[in-house]
Every structure is written in C-alpha cells, then in structure tokens.
C-alpha cells in the first residue's frame, strides 16, 4: 500500500516568514512522529502523537515550533517566524498499534531558510 | 541530545568485502534499531533487536547487542554498490511511546 507521504518535497523561505509542513501517515497507523536532520547530523525527535492522546511536544526546540494532527490521520508541522538555524530535513514516521516499534518514515521535507 | 554514538563516521569498502558498523549508547533501551538513508531523505526500517536478545539475522544483515557495553553493531556481508548509503541506529528507551533517538550515521561507500 501507500507509504507516508509528505509535501512539500522541497520549501525555500524568507527568514521571518511562516512555513506548514504537511505529513501523511499509512492509513491505520495510529502512533505519528515528527524529527528534524540537519545537514549531516543523526535525527532529532521533535513531536509524538498517539491517538487521541496529548502529544508528546518535549522535542519542540522554541515556541516558534507547533504541530497537530487533525482526525487521528494527517499531521501539519508549522514554523512561526522561520530563523537560518531552522534549514533542515524535516522527517514524519508513523507505526501502526499492534506493532509500534517500527517506524516508517515518509520522504522528508528539505526546507531552506534564507 | 544524541544516545547513539556511531563509530566509523565514514567507512569506504570494495563490493564483496563485509562492512561492519559498531554504536553506543548511553541508557537502558527497550530495543535499538537500525536504519538506512540514502541520498538524505527517508529512512528504511532494516532489523530491530531488542534488549534480552544478543544476535539477530537478516538476510545478509547481522546485528550484536551487548547491553552490559551499550553497544551494537551492524554487519553487512558480501556488500554490493547498492548499499552505499548512511547507516543509523537508533534506540527506543520505552518512553513516550516509541520515539526513537538517533545516532549520527555512518557513511558506507561500496566501491564497485
């Protein structure tokens, strides 16, 4: 079946300016994580949603970072007065229920911040 | 902050050779897994190995885990150019669900 998707692919910006970063999990998966990777770094945990929990926001890095997940399917990553430190790979993974250990990540969205 | 630490950074073998991938980290993990990235995008799941486990097989994947050391490596046998790409593991400590910290990657570049 389909994978995670995310759009944009590719996200050039002002610094200043607002950005919305859309992810698509697998239909059914219940768990939505959201990490950045920055230019040859590791990932970093940003957001975690299950369900109809509160998310998990401890990874956020300022308040400029916020993200919901509408109907327990497609989650939006929004950035508030975008800085340069925030050109990343912006990266969505989702897991199902019954199998939450692994993570399927979507394709990434590259965001450029000049 | 990074749990995982990779060693080597980068790593360059001719096709045919085994390529081995050693991480560390720092605290008690439910599981740590391995991922593969190509050309900096999105990530492929390649094997989990959880904590009471020691070794686990894939196909031409082998992974150790030793949690008294913290540490895990990765092998791949008989490497062909395809797998050239950045290795990462990644450990889930059981918190918050199974969110993932990362290590830095190692850069494997097979050679043909």
């Known amino acids: 079946g389909a994978g995670v998707s995310q759009s944009p692919s590719n996200k050039v910006t002002e610094k200043g300016k607002d950005v919305e970063l859309r992810c698509d999990p697998i239909?059914?998966?219940?768990?939505l994580y959201w990490y950045r990777q920055s230019l040859g770094q590791g990932l970093e945990f940003l957001i975690y949603f299950q369900g109809n929990s509160a998310p998990d926001k401890s990874g956020l890095p300022s308040d400029r970072f916020s993200a919901e997940r509408t109907g327990g399917s497609v989650s939006t990553l929004t950035i508030q007065r975008t800085q340069q430190e925030d050109s990343a790979v912006y990266l969505c993974?989702?897991?199902?229920?019954?199998?939450?250990?692994?993570?399927?990540f979507g394709p990434g969205t590259r965001l450029l911040v000049l | 902050s990074q749990q995982g630490e990779e060693d080597p950074q980068a790593l360059s073998i001719q096709e045919g050779e085994n390529a081995t991938m050693n991480c560390s980290y720092k605290t008690s993990i439910n599981n740590l897994q391995w991922y593969r990235q190509n050309s900096g995008r999105g990530l492929v799941h390649l094997i989990l190995?959880?904590?009471?486990?020691r070794e686990k097989h894939s196909g031409r994947l082998r992974v150790t885990l030793d949690t008294s050391k913290k540490s895990s490596s990765l092998l791949i046998t008989a490497s062909r150019a395809a797998d050239t790409a950045s290795y990462f593991c990644a450990t889930d400590a059981g918190t918050s669900g199974s969110r993932l910290t990362f290590g830095e990657g190692t850069q494997l570049t097979v050679n043909p």
């Open positions: 190995i959880r904590s009471n486990e």
């Open positions: 993974a989702s897991s199902p229920r019954l199998a939450r250990e692994t993570q399927y």
């Open positions: 239909s059914g998966h219940t768990a």
